[in-house]
């Protein structure tokens, strides 16, 4: 019994592959931000948004889906971790577009 819990503690649980590939893909389907990065944004690197553009065009998103409400505070955070920025009298998420901003 000792053995055991001496195992756990130097390597924590250790799911099979096959869980720990359930919860990867479960995250992935729960990621809004990726999603809506798939289906509502274009990627380059000349293209730019601003952030209150992007972030309406996310809440428009969400509420057309039926998503839960995501804060700002959460998805600007997951935001910087994909883009950079940059901040003049606003900030700008770099390498980032809007699909819609394409049909004009």
Known sequence: ?????LDFQAQGLNPPATVREATKAYQNEEDTVALFIEEKCVLGET???KAGTLFKA???FELEMGLRRTTG???????KTRFDQYKTNYVFFTGIGLLDDLDD
């Open 1 to 5: 019994m000792v053995r055991g819990c």
């Open 47 to 49: 293209l730019q948004v």
């Open 58 to 60: 996310f809440q428009k």
């Open 73 to 79: 505070k959460r998805f600007f955070k997951e935001i």
